[in-house]
């Protein structure tokens, strides 16, 4: 489902300063320090904790590529590239944790290939299966391991995601709140938009644990408001559903009437109030607004009211701002040019 997929994050400007906003702000543009640990999280094996306080929107963690497996890549292939590795990267990746449903590597090596016992070939695969992060490039998907990144916990509601590695191949981690020293950094494995039983089921079957984050404890006032949250933000999609393609975007622009239009667009609005009511959903919110552009613009096409060009003008401008925070330079800079010519009323190029 289109809007199960992981989006990028944006800044909420309705959202109150953060407490610690003057320090994110001294943070941008200077030279990196880590502000992060890894030790041991109760009932959880190894996690990561933040070692002073790090406000919203600043990086956590730059980790470099520790290995890249394409999605589909024969795993004898996969192998021959990871035996080219230095060795200490090998063994530490070796170290990583495998899934619950691991193989029976033995048995099954035994038995195909009863001379060579190379174990680690199968191993590597499960081991990428728990652990990687998958990451979309020009070529196709990849699953990618970073040594530290790989030791954040899950949680529904987390409080760090992962952000545009800008150009580098580092797997940047940027807080979505403020976080506390001693608190643990936590990310989402899972569409963390999907109501509760979804979640755990796919918690369950691929990694083989089930969370007790405040979203997923029954017993806990936060989950019922979260999921009715989650309910309704479901519906918004289901109300749109015929307009928008697999992307949630506006699909057939021209084929719409006025009305119909005004109907995506309170719906975008609607997910947009719902979306920026909790931290661990605003990201999501950068894919919203870009469809909620697309919409205004498709009004404006039709009656050329001014008021849908500023409200387009608007849009474009809240999806600029979180390109600019959580994506490469380029990418907002074209929709820099996009705003510039809408702003003289050329709209040849939407
Ligand atoms: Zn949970």
Sequence with gaps: MAWLKPMLKLQSASRAPSRFAR???QHLGKKFSPVFEIRSSPGKGLGVFATKNTPRNADIMRDPLAFRAWKGEDIVERY?????????????????????????????VDETY??????????????????AFTIAHDTGLAGELFLNACRINHSCIPNADQVANEGTGD???RANRDINADEEVTTSYIMRAAPREIRQRELSERWGFTCQCPACDPGHPFSHSHERRLHALLRTYKDSACY???????KSAEKWP????????GSFRRRTELLTEHHSLRSYTREVYLGAFEVAIAKYKLRRVRSDLEEALKLLELTIQAE???????????????????ERGDISGV
Excluded: C, W
């Design 258 to 265: 006025y009305a119909a239009l005004e109907q995506v667009a």
């Design 324 to 342: 600019r925070v959580y994506f490469e330079e380029a990418i907002a800079r074209s929709h820099e040019e996009l705003y510039a010519r809408l």
């Design 171 to 173: 797997l940047v981690m």
């Design 114 to 131: 009863p001379r060579d016992n190379d174990y680690d070939v199968f191993k590597l695969d499960d081991i990428n299966n728990t652990n």
């Design 244 to 250: 928008l393609d697999d992307d949630g975007r506006l």
């Design 80 to 108: 021959l590239g990871f035996i080219m590795l230095p060795v200490t990267t090998r063994q530490n990746i070796l170290k990583l944790s495998v899934g619950q449903t691991v193989l029976d590597y033995r048995a099954i």
């Design 23 to 25: 320090s994110a702000a």
